[in-house]
Nanobody, 118 residues
Framework: QVQLVESGGGLVQPGGSLRLSCAAS????????MGWYRQTPGLQRELVAG???????NYADSVKGRFTISRDNAKNTVYLQMNSLKPEDTAVYYC????????????WGQGTQVTVSS
C-alpha cells in the first residue's frame, strides 16, 4: 500500500501562485506514472498534469504555460507549480500514482483545496 499526501493548497488571488506537493510513502524512482488531477462539484475529475516513465509529460490545454509538474526522487515528492492562477482553477487537486507490481497499482491522495478568488 502506498500513501500519497498532498499539501500546499489554499486561497490565492487571481494572478497569484501556489506550489502543491505530493509526498509518497514509497520510492518514486521507478514509478510508472504520476500526475495531478482536479475536480469541481458536479464535474468529472480531470487530468491537469502528469508524466510517465521515460520522461513524457502531459498538460491540460487550460494550464499549459502556467503550470509545471516536477519531481524530486530523493524526497519521493512530486510538485505542481501553478502560476497566473485564474478563478476557474478553483478545485480540489488530487495526486495520483501508478506503480507496476505484477499488474498496475493505482493510488490517490486525499486532495487539497485550491481557491482562486479576490
Amino acid at each position: 500500500q502506498v500513501q500519497l499526501v498532498e499539501s500546499g493548497g489554499g486561497l490565492v488571488q487571481p494572478g497569484g501562485s501556489l506550489r502543491l506537493s505530493c509526498a509518497a510513502s514509497r520510492s518514486i524512482f521507478s514509478v510508472y506514472a504520476m500526475g495531478w488531477y482536479r475536480q469541481t462539484p458536479g464535474l468529472q475529475r480531470e487530468l491537469v498534469a502528469g508524466f510517465i516513465s521515460g520522461g513524457y509529460t502531459n498538460y491540460a490545454d487550460s494550464v499549459k504555460g502556467r503550470f509545471t509538474i516536477s519531481r524530486d526522487n530523493a524526497k519521493n515528492t512530486v510538485y505542481l507549480q501553478m502560476n497566473s492562477l485564474k478563478p476557474e482553477d478553483t478545485a480540489v487537486y488530487y495526486c495520483n500514482a501508478l506503480f507496476r507490481s505484477g499488474g498496475i497499482e493505482k493510488y490517490w491522495g486525499q486532495g487539497t483545496q485550491v481557491t482562486v478568488s479576490s
